[in-house]
T-cell receptor, first 111, second 116 residues
Framework: ELKVEQNPLFLSMQEGKNYTIYCNYS?????LYWYRQDPGKSLESLFV???NGAVKQEGRLMASLDTKARLSTLHITAAVHDLSATYFC???????????WGAGTKLIIKP | ETGVTQSPTHLIKTRGQQVTLRCSSQ?????VSWYQQALGQGPQFIFQ???????GRGNFPPRFSGLQFPNYSSELNVNALELDDSALYLC???????????????FGPGTRLLVL
């Protein structure tokens, strides 16, 4: 059974700092996604990672994938308050959108 | 805005009742997936419909059922509601097979169900 684990589950940090969220999964996978969710809102797609060594960047967020280690990271650079949200990674084993999700990392960025 | 809509936005039911939630897919998408997200947790895959047929199911009992219509809109039905069914229910539409490698699925705003 595929399991997806994120850590940390909660992160409080100051603006301007850097930090990394980790996502481990237990079996091979075709695709890995990162999503953002604001309180009471739906899910917004951030990144799709397809292959070993893939790196994607958008603004202050950078995601990477190591399929051999079954590990993805979401790195936040010089955090700003607007990045406060819950971040989820999700794994798609067969490229069929039947995703298995991590528990989420609740990120609070303090001014 | 993803183009995926869901109704209703909120719903209150009592234990034992039945509920129907609706989802309208993004134009051109032929697949809809439904997820249950309990408070403070990640989404759990319920099932997926592709061209009106169930195309995969997560670990949910048969009282969770669905339909997909020719226009690719979809319904999620839950019978004999239990307190633990209280959650945010999300639908996501997508195009299968993948039109391009980096395609993703698009989520609706969700229906928040409270079972008393």
């Amino acid at each position: 059974e595929l399991k997806v684990e994120q850590n940390p589950l909660f992160l409080s940090m100051q603006e301007g700092k850097n930090y990394t969220i980790y996502c481990n999964y237990s079996t091979t996978s075709d695709r890995l996604y990162w999503y953002r969710q604001d309180p009471g809102k739906s899910l917004e797609s951030l990144f799709v990672l397809l292959s070993n060594g893939a790196v994607k960047q958008e603004g202050r967020l950078m995601a990477s994938l190591d399929t051999k280690a079954r590990l993805s990271t979401l790195h936040i650079t010089a955090a700003v308050h607007d990045l406060s949200a819950t971040y989820f990674c999700a794994v798609d084993m067969d490229s069929n959108y039947q995703l298995i999700w991590g528990a989420g990392t609740k990120l609070i960025i303090k001014p | 805005e993803t183009g995926v809509t869901q109704s209703p936005t909120h719903l209150i039911k009592t234990r034992g009742q039945q509920v129907t939630l609706r989802c309208s897919s993004q134009s051109g998408h032929n697949t809809v997936s439904w997820y249950q997200q309990a408070l403070g947790q990640g989404p759990q895959f319920i099932f997926q419909y592709y061209r009106e047929e169930e195309n995969g199911r997560g670990n949910f009992p048969p009282r969770f059922s669905g339909l997909q219509f020719p226009n690719y809109s979809s319904e999620l039905n839950v019978n004999a509601l239990e307190l633990d069914d209280s959650a945010l229910y999300l639908c996501a539409s997508s195009l299968v097979p993948l039109d391009r490698e980096e395609e993703t699925q698009y989520f609706g705003p969700g229906t928040r169900l409270l079972v008393l």
